[in-house]
């Protein structure tokens, strides 16, 4: 059907993907921006072609000029990887009105899912748990209030159209879902030109745990347990992990029977990923689902033993999932440190800038999926996640002390990184012992209340989730 994939993504992503494909013998082409001359995935791949200018709308955003890309050098497939073009249902259109098999989902699938009252109905009707709230938009004050009587407090409004927590705001009494109800609709209209909420039951101290499925085009359904992503900071990701520390046999498979379910219904093709939020009772609400590989698909791969790229890759080119469920058990625990080339005491802030000197950690059972090398410039154009650290190890425990060890040994000069934030978590004694929600780093991280408020306020896109249409750069992935 194809033997020839063009990657629309730059980074380590891109290399991961251009690895699979060679494992699978299909040849590859890289796309690349001005910016990227030097980028390894551009000399590793098969074929390349420059798309234009560094700016993300000119190059790796710009659906014409991939489609081009892909014409001219007759690669019959496009892997999206994540950020960029891989939730874009119009781009996913585009492909297949070209006869270019789109590596994801139908336009159909990223378009609904995308749509997060729709996701929530297509997921209830499925019998999966969704958090209790308003039946689709909230029109008035007025309707809100009722419903948050009726329901309790707190509540929490989102914008229907939102994503990486932005349009979101937690009401604990009426007077505030009435201030918070003219900020969260002005806040949407402003970012996303559009102005609905809808009303959700508010979740406390809820872990974030994701569970990964596939599904091919025979019907059949897979899932690859959770990943629990809790450790974050202003919805960015900076630790995920699996097993989650909160997790039992029982509740994995009550998870992930409801997430197969779900992509059963829908009739979902490909490599997904469902969203819950989990509180300390273990009761779990369906969030969201990414219609992705995501970042942290790593951790995954690891703890199975399975190479979800190439999974992704042989469902789109229409072949069976080879699995058992029965055969899906965690052999590993795993652990993933986003690296990050910010400068942590300057408010996490981007600091692109040269490389000067590289030592990346190894022994068995450490991964390092990465793109840069000693002398290489990281642009200012693009994500700033450099690097992924992952591990392994039989236990939780051994899985803590190899990152800590990992990480002490990871050495990059030329930039600041996040690799010192990343030590100091992996000595905390609550992260050590698993004791942790999606508050831990607020909570246990010095930050001032003025940054928390600037936060909330902020327009920054976060690192591989779907880009809101305003959005300048690249790999937005919402958590
Ligand atoms: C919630 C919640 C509590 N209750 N919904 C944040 C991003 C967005 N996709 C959903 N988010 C949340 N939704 C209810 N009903 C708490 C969050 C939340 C969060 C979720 C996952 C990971 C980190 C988070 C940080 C703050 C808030």
Redesign the pocket.
């Known amino acids: 059907m194809f033997d020839k994939i063009l990657i629309a993504n730059r980074g380590e992503i891109a290399l991961r993907v251009i690895r699979a494909c060679k494992e699978l013998g299909i040849k590859t082409v890289a796309v690349y921006s001005e910016a990227d001359r030097d980028a390894l995935h551009v000399r590793f791949a098969d074929e390349d072609v420059c798309i234009g200018p560094p700016q993300p709308g000119q190059s790796y955003l710009d659906t014409k000029r991939i489609i081009a890309a892909a014409e001219v050098t007759n690669a019959g497939a496009i892997h999206p990887g994540y950020g960029f073009l891989a939730e874009n249902a119009d781009f996913a259109e585009i492909c297949e009105s070209c006869g270019i098999v789109f590596i994801g989902p139908t336009a159909s699938h990223i378009r609904q899912l995308g749509d997060k009252i729709k996701a929530k109905e297509l997921m209830k009707a499925a019998g999966v748990p969704v958090?209790p709230g308003s039946e689709g938009v909230v029109a008035s004050f007025d309707d809100a209030s009722d419903l948050a009587r009726e329901m309790g407090y707190p509540v929490?409004l989102k914008a229907v159209a939102g994503g990486?927590?932005k349009g979101?705001r937690v009401c604990r009494d009426m007077a505030e879902l009435e201030r918070g109800f003219h900020l969260a609709s002005t806040e949407a209209a402003n970012a996303f030109d559009n102005a609905d909420l809808y009303l959700?039951?508010?979740?406390l101290n809820?872990h974030?745990v994701e569970i990964q499925i596939i599904g091919d085009t025979h019907g059949n359904y897979f899932h690859f347990g959770e990943r629990d992503?809790?450790i974050?900071r202003r919805?960015q990701k900076l630790i995920e992990e699996t097993p989650s520390p909160l997790m039992t046999d029982e509740l994995r498979e009550r998870m992930g029977s409801a997430a197969v379910e779900g992509a059963r219904q829908t009739g979902y093709r490909g490599v997904g990923t469902v969203e819950f939020?989990v509180d300390r009772e273990r009761h779990f609400y369906f969030?969201?689902m990414n219609t992705r590989i995501q970042v942290e698909h790593p951790v995954t791969e690891e703890a199975f033993e399975v190479d979800l790229i190439k999974e992704q890759i042989r469902v789109a080119l229409g072949e069976k999932v080879n699995l058992r469920q029965e055969d899906l058990k965690h052999r590993w625990a795993s652990i993933e440190c986003r690296i990050n080339a910010e400068d942590v005491e300057k408010d996490f802030r981007p600091a692109p800038g040269m490389i000067t000197a590289l030592h990346v950690p190894g022994g068995p059972g450490v991964r390092v999926d990465r793109a840069v090398y000693t002398g290489y410039a990281i642009p200012p154009y693009y994500d700033s996640m450099i690097a992924k650290l992952i591990v392994r190890a039989r236990t939780r425990e051994q899985a803590v002390v190899k990152m800590r060890n990992a990480l002490d040994e990871f050495i990059v000069e030329g930039i600041p990184t996040t690799i010192p934030f990343h030590q100091e978590i992996f000595r905390h004694p609550d992260f050590v012992a698993g004791e942790y929600d999606?508050g831990f780093i607020d909570a246990k991280f010095k930050q001032t209340r003025a940054d928390r408020v600037d936060a909330e306020s902020e327009s920054k896109t976060p690192s591989d989730a779907p880009a809101p249409a305003t959005a300048v750069s690249d790999k937005t992935e919402?958590?």
């Open positions: 958090t929490m990486g927590g979101m959700e039951k508010f979740i809820p974030h992503c809790s974050q919805h939020l969030m969201e999606i919402d958590n």
